[in-house]
DNA sequence: ATATGCCTC
């Protein structure tokens, strides 16, 4: 208290002991908290930060992991009222980060969650009248932006992980370079680790660097001597001298995918089989995001008690990234890194978006280090050279704007009333064939009108949060009599993979799914699935009798529940009729989707028609080897794999997307003779 | 004749 009272001697005429926000008595509970805030490495650097936001419309602020910028700076701002009686927002990149950090700042100001402290995330909004401060996730600010393109209700903005570079943040950073110069009262913070900021000191010009120090343990950092040719062996291989030679502490290994870490897990398993009580025991646990919730759980049980021998157990941990930013896991003091991920790119010439595994940046080689050293000092086998450290990883990962379909990031522009998208101000500008895929893309969709120019119905498709080609389905729906089976269609294609199929009851998973299953196409498996589920009551034991994920599912009906609030409010009629379904749901997904098509051109082969790409169905497809499908997704793994199939009628092409397909624009397939067949027998009868 | 890293509206 003394030490507060000297450094604002204004604060000695208000009773310390009120809560201005509530003008209750503070909680001894505050207190405590109160003095932890004070330990966190941020808290001396407050009045520096103070005079540069005085100063200052912008300020970047770099902070490592443990810093404590999250949870202070917002709250600072607002005790110090920069936000002028408006309300403070403080992104986040997920949900869960959003919905935790506004309830610990809750806490900290002594305040009731919802009250002045909120969040806001899709599906829940946790704020009202009286709240100043928001943390709401990225994707949400630039929803709110769409209807107030000023931000006008906000005072302060603070972009949080800043150094993400996600398609939403850095949406927002174009936007707001705008906003700062129409709102001179508007003031901006930049939050980010370490890597990038001279990025963004480039890009907001006049705006000074605060850097806090983090709150990590050193990390020992260890390369192997020579490229290793068999990297999952050599995990197996560290992993047991960890196991045998070091002192206590837990192991975080990361590799690409669920398929290379249940394998590796078998390995170790049985490599620490054939070892006595002369080492601790070994408990091996998988992590990604598609296990279910129980099994992820297991990563925060303590590790395995003492053996006979008295040597403790240890955990070791194998995840995907998911452990590099998104979860965190206490007592870790060995990482293996086998620099490699799983990363989305998109090629626009062929307009597909693929997962490849590459070689990780540095920045994420040091992030994948950090994890190491959060409670004591720790060791990171990195299982390449430091050669190829140094000279071969890249400084940071591509930001995802540069690498993703920006169909409905351009969409979301120009409801932003961003004219000219070749001079908004992006950080890092997508390539302009990329842009121009996506111009080209809304305006097939009808999103746009030959000027470029917003339509209505490109309104329209701005109000759902869905890719343009699924609002297309559920706007056109009345047109096809099949409102309730693109509800459900939309909300299945835009949740992962609903079908489980264990390793050890393959035909009982194939014989449960045969159940949902339609000749004409998967759409259609995959909306009698989203029914049955329906039909049951939303049961998850429904769903883990029948193969089918039950978080996935819920997940599904949370979206489509949402989608109908939508439709509703944007008054399209949710209008269904059983007759024809079939080929309305069909005719109703080439409105959307009518760009991705295949013919069989020969027996077993199939090809796309104006990227003319060989491609194979996907062996869970349920459809026959139709002469012609539209389908969902394009997957390259093995093989150029087309996913999510239905039959459809080429002439149905012509009649519902004349506008994509003027056929001198293709190249000489037999699919396009068969087309300009049906088009020339069309004017002949006219 | 088989797989899909992490997220967000």
């Not at 008595?25 to 109160?34: G, M, V």
């Not at 370490?194 to 120090?213: H, I, M, S």
């Not at 998104?326 to 086998?338: E, P, Q, R």
């Not at 000219?420 to 999103?447: C, G, K, Q, W």
Request: proline share 6%; aromatic share 8%; glycine share 6%.
């Amino acid at each position: 208290m003394k030490r507060l009272r000297s450094r604002s001697p204004a604060r000695k005429t208000i009773n310390q002991s009120i809560n201005p926000f509530t003008n209750k008595q503070y909680s001894n509970k505050y207190r405590k908290l109160r003095e932890e805030r004070e330990k966190l490495p941020i808290f001396d650097a407050l009045p520096q930060f103070d005079k540069m936001f005085n100063k200052n419309q912008v300020v970047i602020l770099q902070g490592e992991t443990g810093s404590g910028k999250t949870t202070q700076i917002p709250q600072y701002i607002l005790e110090k009222g920069y936000a002028k009686g408006k309300l403070v927002a403080c992104t986040q990149p997920r949900r869960v980060a959003a919905m935790s950090v506004a309830k610990r700042v809750a806490e900290e100001m002594d305040v009731e969650l919802g009250q002045q402290v909120g969040y806001s995330i899709r599906f829940e909004e946790c704020a009202g009248p009286n709240t100043l401060l928001k943390y709401l996730t990225d994707g949400m600010l630039l929803r709110e932006a769409m209807t107030d393109p000023t931000l006008d209700k906000y005072g302060v903005i603070i972009l949080d992980e800043a150094h993400e570079r996600t398609l939403s943040t850095d949406i927002l950073f174009g936007l707001l370079k705008e906003v700062l110069q129409k709102r001179k009262d508007l003031k901006v913070v930049v939050m980010s680790a370490t890597l990038d900021t001279e990025k963004f000191l480039g890009y907001f010009k006049n705006a000074p660097l605060l850097t806090v120090p983090g709150r990590l343990y050193p990390v020992e950092l260890f390369y192997t001597e020579f490229p290793e040719e068999d990297y999952l062996w050599a995990t197996v291989r560290t992993v047991m001298q960890i196991h045998a030679f070091e002192e206590p502490g837990d192991i975080l290994v990361f590799l690409t995918g669920e398929e290379e870490i249940e394998s590796t897990c078998d390995s170790i398993r049985k490599e620490a089989a054939r070892y006595k009580d002369n080492v601790g025991k070994l408990s091996v646990i998988p992590l990604y995001s598609s296990l279910p919730p129980a099994m992820q759980q297991k990563i925060f049980e303590p590790a395995p008690e003492v053996n006979s021998n008295g040597i403790p157990g240890r955990k070791c941990i194998l995840s995907t990234n998911i452990a590099e930013t998104s979860l965190t896991i206490d007592g870790i003091v060995f990482v293996i890194d086998s620099g490699l991920s799983k990363q989305k790119c998109y090629n626009p010439r062929m307009r597909v978006e693929s997962l490849l595994v590459s070689p990780i940046s540095r920045a994420s080689a040091k992030q994948r280090a950090g994890r190491a050293g959060r409670t004591r000092p720790g060791k990171c086998y990195r299982l390449y050279t430091e050669k190829s450290y140094k000279r071969e990883l890249v400084e940071s990962t591509a930001p995802e704007i540069l690498r993703s379909n920006l169909a409905n990031v351009v969409l979301q522009l120009k409801i932003l009333g961003i004219e000219n998208l070749v001079d908004f101000d992006f950080i890092d500008p997508p390539s302009p064939e990329t842009m121009m895929r996506a111009l080209e893309t809304l305006h097939y969709l009808r999103a746009l009108d030959d000027e470029g120019e917003l339509t209505e119905e490109g309104r329209l498709m701005s109000e759902f949060p869905l890719d343009p080609e699924l609002s297309k389905l559920l706007i056109i729906s009345p047109k096809y009599s099949c409102g309730e089976e693109m509800l459900n269609l939309v909300a299945m294609l835009t949740s992962p993979n609903p079908f489980l199929r264990p390793r050890d009851h393959e035909d009982a998973a194939d014989k449960a799914k045969s159940k949902f299953v339609n000749k004409d196409g998967d759409h259609i498996t995959l909306i009698n699935a989203y029914q049955g589920f329906e039909n049951e009551g939303r049961q998850p034991y429904w769903c883990s009798k029948n193969f089918l994920n039950p978080r996935t599912m819920r997940g599904a009906a949370e979206i489509r529940d949402q989608l109908v609030v939508k439709m509703n409010k944007l008054d399209i009629p949710i209008i269904s009729n059983k007759h024809n379904i079939s080929e309305n749901i069909r005719k109703c997904i080439i409105s959307g989707f009518f760009m991705q098509v295949v013919h069989k051109e020969k027996a077993n082969f199939y090809m796309t028609l104006k990227e003319k790409q060989h491609v194979a169905l996907h062996p869970s497809t349920g459809v026959m080897r139709p002469d012609w499908a539209v389908y969902h997704e394009y997957v390259l793994t093995s093989k150029k794999y087309i996913r999510i199939v239905s039959s459809i009628n080429p002439e149905w092409l012509i009649e519902i997307a004349p506008q994509y397909f003027d056929l001198s624009h293709f190249p000489d397939t037999n699919g396009k003779k068969l087309l300009q067949e049906i088009i020339d027998g069309k004017n002949t009868q006219k």
